[in-house]
């Protein structure tokens, strides 16, 4: 696999599953349903909306999964009914959306059709550490 322009820089060290990331979400952004917004609702949190219409709680599933945020939902078949026309599918969908890293899923809820998912990023903490610096003969296997 040959790595793209943005990721062969010498500088750029570990950055090689943001391709990976990337590949990712673009996989999924031609899909069209549902619909959904996104929106910042403060400096360290988003809100996902998404039209949901005829689906329960029961019919929706919410999941992160290797920093991947999928929402799945499976509307069963009306049983027993008779439709003289159907112009409401009873369809299942997948969307997901990567998530950066600390990015935390704080809450899900279901209300007039709409499923929101508030995020949240924690206030990251800056952490020095200092690297010991060993001598040159101090190496395994090398006589001092």
Do not use: C, W
């Not at 609702?41 to 019919?59: C, P, S």
């Not at 069963?76 to 439709?83: A, D, F, H, I, S």
């Not at 890293?101 to 952490?127: C, F, H, K, M, Y």
């Amino acid at each position: 696999m040959n790595r793209s322009v943005y990721f062969n820089s010498p500088f750029l060290l570990g950055f090689e599953h943001l391709e990976t990331l990337l590949e990712r979400a673009t996989k999924g952004a031609a899909d069209s349903y549902p619909p959904y917004n996104i929106e910042q609702t403060a400096n360290d949190a988003l809100r996902i909306t998404l039209a949901v219409a005829g689906f329960t709680e029961d019919e929706l599933s919410v999941t992160v999964e290797d920093r991947q945020l999928m929402i799945r939902g499976r509307q069963g078949e009306g049983e027993g009914k008779t439709y003289l026309h159907r112009g409401i599918a009873a369809r299942q969908f997948q969307r997901a959306f990567v998530l950066a890293e600390g990015i935390e899923v704080a809450d899900a809820a279901l209300a007039n059709g709409l499923l929101t998912i508030d995020l949240r990023r924690p206030e990251a903490q800056s952490v020095v550490r200092t690297i010991a610096i060993k001598a040159e003969g101090a190496k395994k296997g090398v006589p001092r």
